[in-house]
């Protein structure tokens, strides 16, 4: 069974730091990951992903610069540094594996909830 579970949400003080974890099982992780995050009353933002060997790396604007993926295909894992974090990035932070054209397996998200 595929299956992508996130840990690594919390509630953390602006300008702190987090690091998100996503594990794949059911399947090799041997795709381009991308995370996602998806604030109330909000559409789903993409925010970055990264190919299959990890050479090749996205990021949207709203987190360039603050956030960091990276993967170890050995664990099965891909991570998402965030560091000087603000209340806007609240939000539950979702990855997903890209096969063909489309996102077509989700976590079931984590919660980042960023206030003092």
């Known amino acids: 069974q595929v299956q992508l579970v996130e840990s690594g949400g919390g509630l953390v003080q602006p300008g702190g730091s987090l690091r998100l974890s996503c594990v794949a099982s059911?399947?090799?992780?041997?795709?381009?990951i991308g995370w996602f995050r998806q604030a109330p009353g909000k559409e789903r933002e993409g925010l970055s992903c990264?190919?299959?060997?990890?050479?090749?790396?996205y990021y949207a604007d709203s987190v360039k610069g603050r956030f960091t993926i990276s993967r170890d295909n050995a664990k099965n894992t891909v991570y998402l540094q965030m560091n000087s974090l603000k209340p806007e990035d609240t939000a539950v932070y979702y990855c997903a594996v890209q096969i063909g054209a489309t996102y077509a397996y989700w976590g079931q998200g984590t919660q980042v909830t960023v206030s003092s």
């Open positions: 059911g399947f090799t992780l041997d795709y381009v």
């Open positions: 990264i190919s299959s060997s990890g050479g090749t790396t």
